[in-house]
């Protein structure tokens, strides 16, 4: 095969040599890619792809250039390097290559086009440019399409068949060096994103709390991902979508983005999956900023230099491309990720396809906040009816309690207490402390304190009261939990003392303190409940003079740990000994301090404290 070409575009096939020199006793002939692009080359793509357009352009005598890079399925053509164009508003734009309106037909073979008036949309890149003619070839390696590089001009007809070989011939000088930089690339956004959902899988598996969740989620999209981002929750599945976060990159333009979206109707909860283009914020930031123009500039008000404002900004800030993801979890959609560019601008392909894989990651975060949630506000609304909603005022007994759940509040404490009426002037307490935690602990803390409250009030002494809460506990079967009760009954005396009847079954012993500092158990320790069927429960009856106190508490402060030590009976009765003189409250604040600093980590068990207290009569 033989090749004529003019001897004045010799150098299009064979570069002219450099000058040689010699090097090490070695002559070295130029290399064709640094002719072109010249030494030294850059080092990065978009470095590469700019300095290629550019040379491109001047090759050619163009008025722009552009290249595009394609996809690894060689189906569409992303633009990664403009000259002479509005880079801003096409770059990471994507084209499709097969032939048809509106496709970039001309990506696999050369072509020239004398001008596009006549094939509108022949190259969807040049629509509205002004470009009139083009010069089109592609990037290829071992036969595989890398991209595709064109020159354009204002004036039709500027190019020919030999221009396009001349192009060509750069094409295929620069397409090795481009492939190479476009797999590195590629590789480095690979590990980038494999690091980037890593962290984001722990930071969102390290909350169940949902709005911390929501903020997380926009945090890290916000700026890695995209400029701006909406966060849209969907209660059920008959209620509209609600906008729930927005955060920008710019702190000030939060306020306006937000009032923007707002007033717009939200994404449709479209459950398919990957991102999908949505235009409403934009044409509804145009709109709104074209109405204050036209009403400042009516009005008189704009003040010269100052534009349009806010409205303006905002309309700046969401004028790119927009998409939406849906946030699948457990085959519902629970809510929208929205992600915005500022005006012109694009999202890249490996960007979209970042975001959907951390959407996957964070609809689950955001639904396993909401059910726990919804776990705690129901182990909290049954916590509480499992207490009595207030105290009742005893006449001369002061009177306070102490109520300490452990954990998170995800489970339901077995540790309960009550105070009430009876009748005649008489009144009944408790403490108690069900085993376990949870449902099963929650039946029968709640069967004990109803059950207490109804027995007593039908004129019923402690030890019966006793006996057949326990003959209800064992009714609950395998349901139910064994019981340690400390119940009485209080009753103020004319004297000024109180008189209490006590029956300690299983519990902590109740605690006495006399003015003088002495302290002692106020009821002998019998048998718990919920263990057998005959129980042999006797009253016992204290009298409580003016200024001595009774102390009662559930295990979880006498329990409670520092390594190998535990408070016990008689640390408590050591902390209670120096209590003299001080009222309930007093009191049971100082047993709650104590049992707190005696440990460095946080209870890992309910506590309960529950104070009485004959004052002194007033003079």
Known sequence: MCLLVRDSERAVIQAPPRQSKENNGENRSADPFEVFIGSPAPDDL???????????????????????????????????????????RQRFARVPVEAGTGRYGSARLPAVHDDLSAVPGAVPLLTGTGMRSVVTVPLKVEGRLTGSLGVAAEAPGRYSNEQALRLQFAADRIALAVESARLGELERLRRGSLSFLVEASDLLAGTLDRDQTLALMAQMTVPTLATWCAVYTIADQSSEPELSFVLHEDEERIDGLKSLLSKISPPEPVPAPGARIWTAPADAAHQSALRTSMRELTSGSAAPGSGVG????????????????PLVARNRVIGMLTLGKPSDDHFRQEILELAEDLSRRAALALDNARLYSERTAISQSLQRSLLPPELPIVPGVEVEVIYRAA????????????????????????????????????????LARHALRLLAREGLGGPAVLERLNAAILDEGPRSRFLTLLYGELRPQDDGSARLKMVCAGHPLPLRLRPDGSVEPAAEPQTLLGVMDDLDLYEQTVTLDPGDVLLCVTDGVTERREGTRMLGDDGLAEVLATCTGLTAGAVAARILRAVERFAAAPASDDMAILALRVPHPHP
């Open 407 to 446: 954990g998170e509040g995800n489970e339901v404490g077995g540790d309960f207490y009550d105070l009430f009426p009876i009748k005649d002037g008489n009144y009944g307490f408790a403490i108690g402390d069900v085993c376990g935690t949870g449902p099963e602990a929650a039946a029968v803390t709640g």
């Open 46 to 88: 978009d470095g590469l792809l700019q300095r290629t357009v550019e040379r491109s352009r001047d090759m050619l005598d163009g008025d722009a250039a552009f290249l595009l890079l394609a996809t690894d399925d060689e189906t569409e053509l992303e633009v990664r390097a403009t000259t002479g164009l509005p880079s801003a």
């Open 310 to 325: 806010p409205a303006l900004a905002t309309a700046a800030a969401v004028g790119g491309e927009t998409v939406v993801l």
